[in-house]
């Protein structure tokens, strides 16, 4: 079966970094549509924060992240990373990492898009 499975949430201050993995089972690399990161923090909807088609490295990004973060995939591994840079107070989230591996359609963001998620990592940026 599908797993997803999310690692490298951590505190750090602002101004730092982190990079997030998320290991992906059940399915070859290829396989995948897209492959995206969200994250949802206290008293907030889940919100796209980056998304990557794996077969051709296209990449998205939510304004609020663009030119801090980076998504990419390594697929032999078949783990999706985000780095991120010049963290926030708020950047601090739980981090989700998401797949769609059947056509649905309608924008990277949308969460309705990925049938499969992970557990998330949180990630908590101190001032």
């Known amino acids: 079966w599908v797993k997803l499975e999310e690692s490298g949430g951590g505190s750090v201050q602002a101004g730092g970094s982190l990079r997030l993995s998320c290991a992906a089972s059940?399915?070859?690399?290829?396989?995948?549509?897209?492959m995206a990161w969200f994250r949802q923090a206290p008293g907030k909807e889940r919100e796209g924060v980056a998304a990557?088609?794996?077969?051709?490295?296209?990449?998205y990004y939510a304004e609020s992240v663009m030119g801090r973060f980076a998504i990419s995939q390594d697929n032999a591994k078949n783990t999706l990373y985000l780095e991120m840079s010049s963290l926030k107070p708020e950047d601090t989230a739980m981090y989700y990492c998401?797949?769609?591996?059947?056509?649905?359609?309608?924008?990277?963001?949308?969460?309705?898009?990925?049938?499969?998620w992970g557990q998330g990592t949180q990630v908590t940026v101190s001032s």
């Open positions: 990557i088609y794996p077969n051709t490295a296209n990449t």
């Open positions: 998401a797949a769609e591996l059947r056509a649905m359609g309608g924008s990277w963001s949308q969460r309705n898009r990925y049938a499969y």
């Open positions: 059940g399915y070859t690399p290829t396989t995948a549509r897209l």
